[in-house]
């Protein structure tokens, strides 16, 4: 066969974009006013029409959303995963980010907070998983084709976020692809907190350089993550001077190597029955 007709190692290309959009509430002084936090109950349809046209510019393939409303009175019953994935033509999938029988479900508008993905039609199936402590406790695990990407809001505690980080180990190592982890971490006591976790789940961060999302005017803390495991080539990372929330996005491509994750699995099956 011609070297140029030959079939190449990476073979799925891959944009994620990764976005904690604040319900769409906006950000500024005016947020805070009459009171601290007043501005959790007013979302803008000016900031979700400017989310939604900064995600269709990016053209991504995968869209992982935090802090979502999924059709409280706050955004007058509007889906704001639903909208942005009907503007861009994409499937969705959301749930509430608080377990079930959390007193978060009874409450008006905290029970319509979720996390969100929206994806195109590469889809080969989705799961929903929850952490045992914290308040946050979900977990969207979604599958496509030749990686799995789950997608998570820890907890701001910092004893309960290692308690979440050894479950989503769990999670990460008996996927049967290429592992992509993403979301906000909330890590306010350093990226050293994701160390071990990293080492252990055999995961690299995308953002080599270290640049930090949040807050978003001016950018201090590295609050925002995209891990990638084995049979992943990172091929670009941004962060992009957007703010449209208190956070800053990600975008990042990749390419995928699915035999390179299926050796990463086999080996480390092989620790695991011979330390």
């Known amino acids: 066969m011609p070297a140029s007709s030959a079939v190449a190692p990476f073979h799925l290309t891959v944009r ?43 053209q991504p393939d995968v869209v992982g959303l935090l802090e979502v409303d999924t059709g409280s009175i706050r955004t007058g019953m509007l889906n704001q995963a639903e909208h942005i994935a009907g503007e861009l033509g994409h499937y969705s999938t959301f749930q509430c980010k608080y377990r079930s029988g959390s007193i978060n479900t009874f409450m008006p508008i905290v029970r319509k907070q979720a996390n969100a993905f929206l994806s195109g039609p590469n889809v080969a199936g989705e799961r929903f998983h929850y952490f045992d402590t914290g308040i946050k406790r979900l977990i969207i695990e979604l599958e496509l084709t030749d990686v799995c990407v789950f997608l998570v809001h820890l907890s701001v505690k910092f004893r309960h976020r290692q308690y979440q980080l050894r479950s989503l180990h769990d999670l990460v190592v008996a996927a049967p692809k290429p592992v992509i982890v993403a979301g906000d971490f909330n890590t306010f006591w350093g990226t050293h907190e994701l160390f071990l976790f990293m080492r252990a789940a055999r995961l690299r961060s995308a953002n080599t350089a270290g640049l930090p999302s949040f807050p978003a005017r001016v950018p201090r803390i590295e609050l925002d993550f995209v891990l990638v495991s084995e049979g992943i080539e990172v091929t670009g990372f941004r962060v992009p001077d957007v703010r449209f929330s208190d956070h800053r996005p990600l975008v990042c491509d990749f390419e995928v190597d699915p035999r390179r994750g299926k050796e990463n699995i086999a080996a480390s099956a092989r620790l695991d029955l011979h330390p």
């Open 16 to 58: 994620l974009l990764v976005y904690n959009i604040r319900y769409a509430t906006g950000t500024g002084p005016a947020f805070h006013l009459p009171v601290p936090g007043a501005g959790y109950l007013r979302s803008n349809r000016r900031e979700l029409t400017g989310i939604t046209e900064f995600i269709r510019g990016e």
